[in-house]
């Protein structure tokens, strides 16, 4: 398997639970962050994470979702940041459940993550045939807003992702029930 937008990286539907198997990239002690377009509608964020490929130490983590300015780096924070979030010691998929971050459909995006320094270093997922990567070597305490100078960047897709629900239209009548109300 590889890092593919859809399924293991950028915007799901359905949280990836299995190794992607792409080519290693250093995670700790900096920020990355992957680019990708939401699906037609508006979304719900209610999950962000990201494959740690590595036994290695305890070590913080943050994950973002950023603006697109039509350049090669991400651009500036929307909704809030999660910044306290324990990496542990073991490979797999890391995450952060119970969001509610408010997407535009059809709109390009960031989704980042935030290692602290481990000493042995923490590895994770990329392949090639995503929309754009970007490397803040200059974050690597928190994630920045805006994001500031970009150290790397390229057409990578990294093994973060967000999963994404259609937030309900207002008014809405799904799984509503007519009450006192006869049809013949």
């Given at each position: 398997?590889?890092?593919?937008?859809?399924?293991?990286a950028g915007?799901?539907?359905?949280?990836?639970?299995?190794?992607?198997?792409?080519?290693?990239?250093?995670?700790?002690?900096?920020?990355?962050?992957?680019?990708d377009?939401?699906?037609?509608?508006?979304?719900?964020?209610?999950?962000?994470?990201?494959?740690?490929?590595?036994?290695?130490?305890?070590?913080?983590?943050?994950?973002?979702?950023?603006?697109d300015?039509?350049?090669?780096?991400?651009?500036?924070?929307?909704?809030?940041?999660?910044?306290?979030?324990?990496?542990?010691?073991?490979?797999?998929?890391?995450?952060?459940?119970?969001?509610?971050?408010?997407?535009?459909?059809s709109?390009?995006y960031?989704?980042a993550?935030?290692?602290?320094?481990?000493?042995?270093i923490?590895?994770?997922?990329?392949?090639?045939?995503?929309a754009?990567?970007?490397?803040?070597t200059?974050?690597?305490?928190s994630l920045?807003?805006?994001?500031?100078?970009?150290?790397?960047?390229?057409t990578?897709?990294y093994?973060i992702?967000?999963?994404?629900?259609?937030?309900?239209v207002?008014?809405?009548t799904?799984?509503?029930?007519?009450?006192?109300?006869?049809?013949?």
């Amino acid at each position: 398997m590889a890092v593919v937008l859809g399924t293991n990286a950028g915007f799901v539907t359905v949280a990836p639970t299995t190794d992607p198997a792409g080519t290693n990239f250093i995670s700790d002690n900096r920020s990355n962050a992957t680019m990708d377009t939401t699906s037609a509608g508006n979304k719900i964020v209610t999950e962000l994470g990201w494959y740690c490929d590595g036994a290695t130490e305890e070590a913080n983590f943050e994950v973002g979702i950023y603006t697109d300015s039509g350049g090669t780096i991400p651009d500036v924070v929307v909704g809030s940041l999660s910044t306290t979030n324990a990496k542990g010691t073991t490979v797999g998929w890391k995450k952060v459940t119970g969001l509610s971050i408010a997407l535009n459909g059809s709109t390009a995006y960031w989704i980042a993550v935030q290692l602290d320094n481990t000493s042995t270093i923490t590895n994770s997922n990329s392949s090639a045939g995503g929309a754009g990567n970007s490397i803040n070597t200059a974050a690597f305490t928190s994630l920045p807003s805006p994001w500031g100078a970009e150290q790397s960047g390229g057409t990578l897709a990294y093994s973060i992702y967000a999963k994404v629900e259609a937030t309900p239209v207002s008014g809405s009548t799904d799984n509503m029930s007519i009450i006192g109300e006869n049809i013949y």
